[in-house]
């Protein structure tokens, strides 16, 4: 069952931090945008990188994961709970891990491929701790994104199945629009993988196949995820107002800035397409999210105060 509050008549705080908040949800929320703010020096020294050299992140390519990761894992536990956000973190690793192995060794879903060195160590023939790029990268804006999208809220799981299933797909179809962004970067000019034994390869020299699989793959994650979230009884652990709302699509907009620019030619282009148009429309469905006056605080029957901007 969804709880909704009445928003109007009230006093609000026109700042990043709703009001009434605890230190201890100030603490995660502001650690949360601390490792933002590192990650968006990060890029901002890829972006510069033949302009002038800025200090490195320290720790190399696991050192690299720390910040967006602990973003993604900090920001959604205070939006979703530290139950449902552990077992989306959890179930993704194995999940991917699984899904990865599969394809390497059989051509499905995603094609035929084998990973280089540059993403550490592996088990087996599939990097260690891929399954965190994914949750970093792909499945924590795409959540939020998706559900605007499909539902036109922040969070979705108080909707019936078919809502959940038709959400999961959509989610699935970001995540392979992303890859058109990221692919073409990270595989073709990195060589962070190396496609193989492909019979139609148009695509920067990556396979057809591979944004279907992701369609395959992440709908039964997104779906099992949100019936997660209702067996948890997901909820925030605090207010949330505009501005922290608003956080996933600015972290979703840096995957465009990110991986759009230095790619090869033509990648910026069409990340503006997969990446730059779902952020408008949810961000046009957030915008009318907290204009209504009547805010979802999500699958519980607590609401929260969710606050207007």
């Known amino acids: 069952m969804e709880s909704?509050?009445?928003?109007?008549g009230k006093k609000y705080c026109c700042c990043m931090f709703p009001s009434g908040m605890t230190p201890g949800q100030k603490a995660i929320l502001g650690a949360s945008v601390f490792f933002l703010l590192?990650?968006?020096?990060?890029?901002?020294r890829t972006l510069l990188a033949h302009v002038v050299a800025l200090p490195a992140v320290p720790g190399g390519t696991y050192g690299k994961l720390v910040p967006p990761l602990a973003f993604a894992f900090l920001y959604l536990a205070y939006a979703r709970g530290w139950k449902s956000t552990l077992f989306c973190?959890?179930?993704?690793?194995?999940?991917c891990w699984l899904a990865e192995e599969c394809s390497i060794h059989t051509g499905f879903p995603f094609g035929h491929y084998y990973y280089s060195a540059a993403l550490g160590k592996k088990l087996?023939?599939?990097p260690i701790l891929l399954g965190l790029n994914y949750f970093w990268l792909f499945v924590f804006p795409t959540y939020f994104v998706s559900n605007l999208i499909a539902q036109g809220t922040f969070f979705g799981t108080g909707k019936g199945l078919g809502k959940l299933l038709f959400t999961a797909f959509i989610g699935s179809i970001l995540i392979s629009g992303m890859d058109m962004a990221t692919d073409p970067l990270d595989a073709t000019k990195l060589h962070e993988w190396v496609w193989t034994k492909n019979n139609y390869t148009g695509y920067y020299g990556i396979p057809y196949v591979?944004?279907?699989?992701?369609?395959?793959?992440?709908?039964?994650?997104f779906f099992i995820y949100g019936l997660a979230?209702?067996?948890?009884?997901a909820k925030p652990l605090g207010p949330i107002n505009a501005y922290v709302a608003g956080i996933p699509l600015f972290f979703y907009f840096l995957?465009?800035?990110?991986?759009?620019i230095p790619a090869p030619s033509g990648v910026f282009l069409v990340a503006c397409f997969t990446i730059g148009l779902p952020l408008l429309l949810a961000s046009d469905k957030l915008i009318k999210y907290f204009a209504a006056g009547q805010i979802v605080a999500g699958s519980s029957d607590e609401a929260l105060p969710i606050e207007k901007r």
């Open 89 to 95: 973190m959890a179930f993704l690793w194995i999940y």
């Open 38 to 44: 590192v990650f968006v020096y990060m890029v901002v």
């Open 4 to 8: 909704t509050i009445k928003t109007s």
């Open 124 to 126: 087996d023939v599939v």
């Open 255 to 260: 995957a465009i800035i990110l991986y759009g």
């Open 210 to 221: 591979n944004y279907l699989g992701y369609v395959i793959v992440m709908t039964p994650f």
């Open 229 to 233: 979230e209702r067996k948890f009884g």
